[in-house]
């Protein structure tokens, strides 16, 4: 009998690019990914993979629906997303940090309604929600960092990599919310049907976190 596929969603990107090189070190490579075109579904049947790359905040969607078996996933999408599957491993790549950032010359004033902008509205509500303090979500796409500089929030809940952005736009971190790195996550019922060589996968990519 031929061997199943597994099927994996990777983050287009950056991040995904790294994280499919520990695939490629792991035994799980896929020459044809290399070539240059605008495919987004690549498969190297002798090793039972099939690959697809797709935006990083949907790839808990593929997973958790059964569209791919694993996937990689930020654990910013994690936290926010909440998706019903395994978490297998902790890549230990994709480092950064889910903080709150505000002008340098923000107090505050725990009086008032405090104005928060941000992508990820689930960490920010929990967030403030565990502080007991009422605040007013305003939810954006991208560019976060511009809200408070015009006015339009307080704060920001967003994420830190190398502080760059906030530098060159005159913010500061003012909370650490949770520290983030990508994790190897799995549909659950996959890994009851597919389970040694989902195993045999997670060994593999151990191995790549160890070697870090
Ligand atoms: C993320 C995040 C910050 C930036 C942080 O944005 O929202 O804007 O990266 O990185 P740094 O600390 O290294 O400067 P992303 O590139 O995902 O774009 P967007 O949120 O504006 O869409």
């Known amino acids: 009998?031929?061997?199943?596929?597994?099927?994996?969603?990777?983050?287009?990107?950056?991040?995904?690019?790294?994280?499919?090189?520990?695939?490629?070190?792991?035994?799980?490579?896929?020459?044809?990914i290399?070539?240059?075109?605008?495919?987004?579904?690549?498969?190297?049947?002798?090793?039972?993979?099939?690959?697809?790359?797709v935006k990083p905040s949907d790839v808990a969607i593929y997973v958790e629906r059964g569209a791919a078996d694993i996937g990689v996933a930020g654990k910013d999408i994690l936290n926010e997303y909440e998706p019903n599957v395994y978490e297998l491993l902790d890549l230990n790549t994709g480092i950064c940090k889910m903080m709150v950032a505000a002008p340098a010359n923000f107090h505050d004033d725990k009086s008032r309604t405090l104005r928060v902008a941000t992508k990820f509205v689930n960490v920010a509500r929990t967030y403030y929600a565990s502080k007991s303090r009422d605040i007013d979500i305003i939810k954006l796409n991208g560019s976060i960092e511009i809200a408070p500089i015009l006015g339009l929030s307080d704060v920001i809940v967003d994420i830190v990599e190398t502080g760059t952005t906030l530098r060159e736009n005159n913010l500061k971190v003012y909370e650490d919310i949770f520290p983030i790195s990508a994790r190897l996550i799995s549909n659950k019922s996959s890994f009851q049907f597919k389970t040694s060589q989902i195993e045999d996968l997670v060994e593999a990519m151990k191995v790549q976190v160890d070697r870090k």
Request: glycine fraction near 8%; include cysteine; charged fraction near 35%.
């Open 34 to 53: 290399h070539e240059k075109n605008r495919k987004l579904i690549f498969e190297n049947e002798e090793k039972g993979v099939r690959y697809f790359w």
């Open 1 to 32: 009998m031929s061997k199943e596929m597994l099927n994996i969603a990777l983050p287009k990107g950056r991040l995904g690019e790294k994280v499919y090189s520990m695939f490629e070190k792991a035994g799980y490579e896929c020459p044809s």
